[in-house]
């Protein structure tokens, strides 16, 4: 059983910059990414970031927002710079193993306002 611990999210200004961060125990972790959903919407990829290094981020915040891990201590990171309104959700941890099993984190609320 893996165990997820996020921290970051807050209200901030539009233009500001945030950073999460969620370390993982329990198990070796294959994929570590951030999803966001806001009121009335789906849960949707914002980036994740694969065990060699490799990346991916959703179009929306290519060149703003960057994803990084610690393998050492099966922690990611998403900066999230140049925040926008439209950035507001709570964004969601999300993990899978080497065995494909996938984990979720609570979630933690960012707040940009305009």
């Known amino acids: 059983q893996v165990q997820l611990v996020e921290s970051g999210g807050g209200l901030v200004q539009a233009g500001g910059s945030l950073r999460l961060s969620c370390t993982a125990s329990?198990?070796?972790?294959?994929?570590m990414g951030w999803y966001r959903q806001a009121p009335g919407n789906q849960r949707d990829l914002v980036a994740a970031?694969?065990?060699?290094?490799?990346?991916t981020y959703v179009d929306s915040v290519k060149g703003r927002f960057t994803i990084s891990r610690d393998n050492i201590n099966n922690t990611v990171y998403l900066q999230m710079n140049s925040l926008k309104p439209e950035d507001t959700a709570v964004y969601y941890c999300?993990?899978?193993?080497?065995?494909?099993?996938?984990?979720w984190g609570k979630g933690t609320l960012i707040t940009v306002s305009s």
């Open positions: 329990g198990d070796i972790i294959s994929i």
């Open positions: 970031i694969f065990s060699g290094g490799a990346t």
């Open positions: 999300n993990v899978r193993t080497f065995f494909d099993v996938v984990y």
